[in-house]
């Protein structure tokens, strides 16, 4: 069922219909508060469940901007054959062991495609200005060695609807706004080849 409420004592309004398979549009998962380093990891769950459901966690995906380890945690548990996973920083050593992870310690615009083997999943919740992400993932997509990409567009003071919109431009890609986002949204582009 859609949504309802009580309008007046004996009038209630409603739809049958929604566009949403959860109440009122939100995502309300059971949160792991023991294992992810972070609530970030809310994202990519959210992310995969509505948008990607049916994803076969087969072969690599990487994680850039992947400090302290929340999204490479996702990854790894659903199981892909290999995380790499690429920060400057070090991801949390419990991540780390849980094993099938690959950690480059070094900047993700730093990476050459080249370096690195097909990729069916480029995950990025990296913390940095748009236009630098949107550079980032143009290098991967025009390398033609991913699949699929799904990352988190962040905002400072202001949105950036020029970068954003130049997102969109990327044929087949999407943005929205999850549940879990805040003043940032998420960009997604899936099957590059097949």
Not at 67 to 81: A, N, R, S
Not at 128 to 157: A, D, H, M, W
Not at 172 to 186: A, D, F, M, P, R
């Amino acid at each position: 069922m859609g949504f309802w409420t009580l309008w007046e004592q004996n009038k209630i309004l409603y739809s049958p219909h929604t566009s949403s398979p959860f109440a009122l549009g939100e995502m309300d998962f059971n949160e792991d508060k023991i294992m992810p380093p972070s609530r970030a990891y809310l994202k990519l769950w959210e992310f995969f469940t509505v948008y990607s459901p049916k994803t076969e966690a087969t072969g690599v995906a990487i994680d850039v901007g992947s400090c302290p380890g929340g999204w490479t945690w996702v990854l790894q548990t659903m199981g892909f054959d290999k995380v790499i996973s690429v920060d400057k920083a070090p991801i949390e050593k419990r991540i780390f062991d849980l094993g099938n992870i690959e950690f480059r310690q070094e900047s993700a615009f730093g990476l050459n495609p080249d370096e690195f083997p097909e990729i069916e999943w480029f995950c990025s919740d990296i913390i940095c200005y748009p236009e630098r992400l949107l550079n980032l993932v143009k290098r991967f997509l025009e390398s033609g060695k991913v699949n699929n990409f799904v990352c988190t567009i962040k905002y400072q003071s202001q949105t950036d609807w020029e970068n954003t919109l130049k997102f969109l431009e990327i044929p087949g890609s999407q943005i929205v706004h999850l549940h879990h986002n805040k003043h940032e949204v998420t960009w997604f582009f899936k099957g590059v080849k097949k």
